[in-house]
């Protein structure tokens, strides 16, 4: 029967893609990158589809509105954007049957779904600033939360999102999160070549935007979950998974922006043989292979209440 839900969802996600790029829709202006993260956007969903259930109560933080979508049917879905100036606006995304999208004001909450015509999905999407703010959900109410590739972007105080997801979710909730890995094999072999060992370094021109301000260790997100008052369920690395049209490993790093087509061939060969070297390097210590993709995946179970607000050393102590 998971089988089969999967199926479907994988199947609904191509479709909504297809639909966006006919129309030329933009969904917060990022569905085209969620049109080259296919693959990991329906891993983040067999990935959550074991804690799913109708009456789930799931907050998607950081939400780009394409993951809130495709679990909609699987669970009791709300979202926040997670990186906006502005708190005290929101407004519900109503994505129709022909895939055109709406948007509706959010005035009060919780939101009565009930008015949005029922061949439309509606998804209640609140603006905060996760880094900052107070989440607009009662203490131990939600069953579920997700956050992809947000935390990276958190300026001011990142412990603000876990110290409020604990708050927001019940006894033995279960958060979900991704972030870059910045222990990844591919920033090892970025260094060497004396390029930034960062997933994602440039700096973003738009100010509504903002850029990868940290990319986290695997020991600092350990320590963030266990300080916030989670218990890592499981904590693995998978690799970034680089689209026909956007080989995101070779565009952020200078040596292949200046290069013709022959010399980039002879980059890549070179990275090759550097990322064999290092994985043997690797092997002949014990578990220092281990965690060495381009993304890390964290699952943890809320165990108790907040341990460490500003745990060091991720913060400086006063």
């Given amino acids: 029967m998971v089988g089969e839900r999967e199926l479907q969802i994988k199947l609904q996600l191509h479709q909504i893609v297809s ?5 030329n829709k933009r969904i917060y202006e990022d569905y085209l990158y969620m049109r080259g993260h296919l693959d990991r956007l329906i891993h983040m969903v067999d990935t959550v589809l074991p804690y799913c259930r109708p009456d789930t109560h799931l ?4 939400s780009n509105v394409v993951f809130p979508y495709l679990i909609k049917s699987l669970a009791k879905v709300q979202a926040c954007d997670g990186l906006s100036r502005s708190y005290h606006h929101g407004e519900i995304v ?4 022909d895939y055109s999208i709406a948007y509706e004001p959010l005035n009060d909450f919780p939101y009565d779904i009930s008015r949005i015509e029922s061949t439309s999905i509606a998804i209640p999407m609140v603006h905060c600033d996760l880094s900052k703010d107070r989440l607009p959900y009662r203490n131990g109410t939600i069953d579920l939360i997700t956050c992809f590739e947000t935390i990276e972007h958190l300026r001011s105080d990142p412990m603000n999102l876990l110290a409020e997801a604990n708050r927001i979710i019940r006894d033995d909730g279960i958060f979900v999160l991704t972030t870059p ?6 920033n090892m072999k970025r260094m060497l070549r004396y390029e930034s060992p960062n997933f994602y370094p440039p700096f973003i021109r738009d100010l509504d935007m903002i850029e990868h301000v940290k990319e986290y260790s695997i020991q600092e997100m350990r320590l963030m979950f266990e300080s ?8 693995d690395t998978f690799d970034h998974v680089n689209s026909q049209t956007f ?3 070779e565009a952020y790093q200078i040596g ?9 061939e002879q980059l890549r060969r070179q990275d090759e043989v550097v990322g064999r070297h290092m994985a043997n390097l690797f092997a002949k210590f014990d578990g220092l292979d281990r965690y060495r993709g381009d993304y890390m995946q964290v699952t943890a179970r ?3 209440g907040v341990k460490d607000r500003y745990c060091f050393p991720l913060y400086e102590q006063e």
């Fill in 19 to 23: 639909k966006l790029d006919e129309e």
């Fill in 59 to 62: 907050v998607d933080l950081g």
């Fill in 94 to 97: 109503v994505i129709r049957e």
């Fill in 181 to 186: 890995n910045a222990n990844s094999l591919s």
């Fill in 228 to 235: 916030a008052g989670f218990e890592i369920i499981d904590l």
């Fill in 247 to 249: 080989n995101h490993y």
């Fill in 256 to 264: 292949y922006a200046r290069a013709d087509e022959a010399q980039r």
């Fill in 302 to 304: 809320k165990a108790s």
